[in-house]
Structures are given as structure tokens and as C-alpha cells.
């Protein structure tokens, strides 16, 4: 079974899919982190984002693997963490935005759910990466709400953003995510629409499993 989400920057996929996986015993892939790996990867090379074809080089090269606790290791090393910084999160959609990397991490994300009950979240996994999936969801917010919750979230974790930087950021991403020339986030006809903005985590999470189980219509 595959079950794919797409949504905006703090929409909640994350939290969203880690309650869903286990509550239905799926392998949970965060696609951005792979994203991420190379973002921070780039980062680390001292490579600037406009060399493009040194990026692309980089990135057929790096090793990224995820384990069932959603570690991230890149090249051996565990990134859990690094890749959640704000260097990493300022350059991830300029990084992203270059056609040749989704190809190389969109192969990767697909090998990853091979075989798999899987549920992935990210910005084109209903457009792209699974169009077939058997349940796709585009999971919404508005802006101040996102914002909100990512400073919440970043406390907790101790990353030190204020919640105007994080605003910024995710106005910035938003823009970026759904101006892509290849895998934009974008909304069709056949994702089920939820707009999170007055609802709590458990209530968006019932939903989900509520349309998966055949209790809730599409
Ligand atoms: O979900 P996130 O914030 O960790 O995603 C990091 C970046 O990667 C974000 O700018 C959007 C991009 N991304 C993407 O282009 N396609 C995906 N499937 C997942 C993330």
C-alpha cells in the first residue's frame, strides 16, 4: 500500500505521518530530508548554489539512507539533526528546484518504498513520485498557522529562529515549492483537500485513517 502526502511547509505532514505509520504499521519516508542531505551536503562542500553542475555531481554521489526511526544517515554519518538547521532550511528549495537532483532523489525515494507498505510525505510524491498511490492527501494551512506551529516545533528541538525569520522563510518556500519547473506542489482533482488550520494533529490523523479505512467519503 502507498499513501502519499503533499502540502505546504509546516502543514503538519510530518507529525501527521509518523502518527499514521504507526498506527497502521507503515514505513514512514520523509522525502525532504533527502532533499536536505543534499542541501547540506553542498553546504559542507563549500559550493555555491549557483554551480549547478557541481551540485548535480554531488548529489549522484551521495549516500542517504533512513532507518525506521526516521534517522537520516548521509554518507555513514548520522544528520538527523544538521539537516534541520537554518543554513540547511534557507538553501533546501533552491536546492530542490534543480531539475537533475529530483531526477537522482526521486529514483532514490521510489527504491526506497520498493516493496514496501509505505506512507511518504513531500510536495509532488501525488504528482510525481507515486501518481498512482493508492490514497493521496493534500494536507493545508495558512501561513501564520504553519508559522506558528514550526516555531513550537524549532523550540522544542532548541532551533533558535524567531517566529518573523520563520514566517519569511515558509512565504519564501511556498513561493519556490509551487513555482517549480519540474515536482511544484500543486493541487489536482483526485488528492482529498484538508485544511488543517482550525483542526489539532489527532483530528487530521483520524481523518486521514478515517478516508483509509473506508469510514469517511472522499
Ligand atoms: O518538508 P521539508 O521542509 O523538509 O522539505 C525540504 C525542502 O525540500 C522544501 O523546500 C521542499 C523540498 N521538497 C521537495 O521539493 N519535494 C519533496 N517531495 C519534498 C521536499
Not at 128 to 134: L, Y
Amino acid at each position: 500500500m502507498i499513501i502519499a502526502i503533499d502540502g505546504p511547509a509546516g502543514s503538519g505532514k510530518g507529525t501527521i505521518t509518523d502518527i499514521i505509520a504507526k498506527k497502521l504499521n507503515l514505513v514512514n519516508i520523509d522525502t525532504g530530508a533527502t532533499y536536505r542531505c543534499i542541501a547540506l551536503a553542498t553546504l559542507k562542500n563549500n559550493i555555491k548554489l549557483d554551480e549547478k553542475d557541481k551540485i548535480i555531481e554531488l548529489a549522484k554521489k551521495q549516500e542517504i539512507i533512513m532507518d525506521e526511526n526516521k534517522n537520516v544517515f548521509l554518507n555513514g554519518k548520522d544528520v538527523t539533526k544538521e539537516i534541520r538547521t537554518k543554513e540547511v532550511t534557507k538553501i533546501v528549495s533552491q536546492i530542490s528546484s534543480i531539475v537533475e537532483v529530483r531526477k537522482i532523489l526521486v529514483d532514490l525515494q521510489r527504491n526506497m518504498a520498493n516493496g514496501k507498505n509505505v506512507i511518504l510525505e513531500g510536495r509532488d510524491i501525488t504528482t510525481v513520485v507515486f501518481p498512482n498511490a493508492d490514497y493521496k492527501f493534500y494536507l493545508d494551512a495558512t501561513a501564520d498557522v504553519r508559522a506558528m506551529r514550526r516555531f513550537k516545533q524549532n523550540k522544542e528541538q532548541n532551533i533558535d529562529m524567531t517566529l518573523k525569520e520563520i514566517k519569511e522563510n515558509i512565504e519564501k518556500r511556498d513561493y519556490n515549492d509551487m513555482h517549480k519547473p519540474v515536482g511544484a506542489l500543486r493541487r489536482t482533482e483526485d488528492q482529498i483537500y484538508i485544511d488543517s488550520t482550525n483542526m489539532t494533529i489527532d483530528e487530521v490523523a483520524k481523518k486521514i485513517i478515517g478516508y483509509i479505512r473506508g469510514d469517511e467519503e472522499k
